[in-house]
């Protein structure tokens, strides 16, 4: 027993070593993301990810500071709606470039923007479209014009939904619906 218990305390000791040491680099990666995305969502500024003093980095307490172009140094919960949710957005894309997946799904994200923030948001997102798509839930009629294909809901009889899809291919210039020629229906069948 004892020495089962001496090898557990090793196998434990072990892991705690790898797991700071995976924690310290991913959380350098994230960091150094953090800090170019947040800047290309605010045009400038400055944030960073600050950990507790003195407590074991597996066991410590995280925090945001932010500051906008314009403002002060400040904890995250003392920004404005807007701020908060670009800030999020920030270290959220940070994270997801670090370890990037083929697809990401974001509800609402946008809902807290102003047009100029939805722009800058929409043009963050392009730098991530090589290798992920992303299906965006939003009302956001700005958010929507940066899409290649919309899915919708709607009610056109009491009670009733419908599902719409548009994708922005088969749309000409002047918003008419362009209708493949039966050649291109052929060879598509």
């Not at 969502?41 to 400055?46: P, R």
């Not at 809901?153 to 362009?178: H, L, P, Y």
Request: hydrophobic share 40%; proline share 3%; aromatic share 6%.
């Amino acid at each position: 027993l004892v020495q089962a218990k001496d090898t557990l305390i090793k196998i434990i000791d072990k892991i705690n070593i790898d797991s700071r040491r995976l924690f310290s680099e991913t959380l350098e990666t994230i960091r150094d993301h953090f800090h170019t995305l947040f800047r290309d969502l605010f045009g400038g500024g400055h944030v960073d990810i600050v950990l507790d003093e003195d407590v074991d980095i597996l066991e410590s307490g995280i925090e945001i500071v932010a500051r906008p172009p314009g403002k002060e140094l400040r904890s995250i919960s003392l920004l404005s709606g807007g701020e908060k949710t670009l800030t999020c957005v920030a270290l959220l894309l940070a994270i997801f470039r670090s370890r990037p997946s083929p697809f990401c799904v974001l509800d609402e994200v946008d809902a807290a923007l102003d047009e100029a923030n939805i722009d800058r948001f929409t043009n963050v997102l392009e730098g991530f479209l090589d290798w992920t798509q992303f299906i965006i839930v939003t009302h956001s009629k700005k958010t929507m014009t940066c899409a290649s294909t919309i899915y919708g809901v709607t009610m056109q009889e009491s009670g009733i939904s419908k599902q719409v899809s548009v994708r922005f291919e088969d749309v000409s210039e002047n918003g008419d619906f362009v209708v493949p020629n039966e050649g291109d229906e052929a060879r598509a069948a």
